[in-house]
């Protein structure tokens, strides 16, 4: 029988992340179960470092960034004695079932405690939206729109100095975010992992785009394929411009989240929960096409969702 559950969040953190644990606390308590924190993802898990959560432990974090229960990359989850001492320490402390927040690695993580009996949900939490069973993960609108605000400000000076602009951005191995990016600001190229890089296309379109009257030009890169320096080195001397490169890195993760982040962050939170009362295990919750879904852990990492095509055309359309 449910009655304590345990609640982490792991890996890169994302704005929305708070939200997710207040939603997640709220619907348990709600619904009569104990919660447990337990601070620094599976590292805190296997250092029993867990602090209950109230109704009030989470009142006022909705919109703060970051994530009050503190997140890690933890090296020793990646080896069975690891996970064999992490379901033992959840056992140890009465705690029946766990919702983990976090990106595909996390969930690699939660797979290993499933397959050891643990009832275990994942919700995902990460800036780069690069897992299926959803068609969005919770960090990556405020992400999107952190990188929105920072291009814009450099389009003014690029447009003052007639400058060409290099701007990396996270991602991890996909364009997710300098896709959505780049067409949300109107850059003039953009460079994907999911796709080769045609460094001569580049400069062709930046000559074209001069010969039209373009006298600035923004490029938005995503980190999976190059660092920006190389590509200047790529680009110095082969086209009109000296470029100058901004790393954008981690800023992209922090701040509050957007909307859109608190909400999914809230229904994602809600139907974790739901799902634990339901029996689920294994599992994880996604939106996709607007309906909260529920799909086996693996999924996030087994498929590898496309970028999408219409979004491809879009940015070749309008960035003439
Ligand atoms: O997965 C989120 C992410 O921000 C990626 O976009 C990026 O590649 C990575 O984490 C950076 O990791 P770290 O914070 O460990 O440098």
């Given at each position: 029988m449910l009655r304590r559950i345990g609640v982490l969040t792991s890996g890169g953190d994302a704005p929305g992340m708070n939200a997710s644990i207040r939603a997640v606390t709220r619907t348990a308590l709600y619904h009569g179960l104990d919660v447990i924190g337990i601070r620094r993802g599976f590292e805190g898990l296997l250092d029993g470092d867990f602090v209950p959560l109230t109704r009030s432990s989470v009142g006022g974090i909705l919109m703060h960034g970051g994530t009050i229960l503190r997140t890690a990359r933890c090296a020793?989850?990646?080896?069975p004695e690891g996970v064999n001492a992490g379901a033992a320490k959840l056992r140890e402390n009465d705690i029946d079932a766990l919702v983990v927040i976090g990106g595909d690695g996390s969930f690699h993580g939660a797979l290993e405690l499933h397959k050891r009996g643990i009832q275990v949900i994942g919700v995902p939490g990460t800036i780069?939206?690069?897992?299926?069973?959803?068609?969005c993960t919770i960090g990556f609108d405020t992400a999107c729109n952190t990188a929105l605000e920072c291009i814009s400000k450099l389009r003014d000076t690029a447009s003052s100095h007639d400058r060409m602009f290099i701007v990396e951005v996270m991602g991890r191995n996909a364009g997710f975010l300098a896709l959505e990016t780049a067409v949300a600001c109107g850059a003039e190229f953009v460079l994907v992992p999911e796709i080769p890089a045609d460094i001569e296309a580049i400069i062709k379109k930046v000559h074209y785009a001069k010969e039209h009257g373009k006298t600035h030009s923004i490029i938005v890169l995503a980190e999976?394929?190059?660092?920006a320096h190389e590509l200047a080195d790529k680009l110095k001397g082969k086209c009109d411009y000296d470029p100058r490169i901004v790393v954008l890195g981690h800023i992209q993760r922090g701040g509050s989240p957007s909307c859109f982040d608190a909400v999914l962050a809230a229904k994602l939170g809600y139907a974790a929960v739901e799902c634990l009362l339901d029996g689920k295990m294994g599992m994880m919750v996604g939106r996709i096409g607007g309906e909260i879904v529920a799909s086996p852990l693996q999924k996030a990492w087994e498929e590898r969702r496309p970028l999408d095509k219409d979004m491809l055309r879009i940015m070749e359309t309008l960035s003439i």
């Open positions: 020793e989850f990646m080896r780069d939206n690069d897992m299926a069973g959803t068609d999976g394929v190059m660092p």
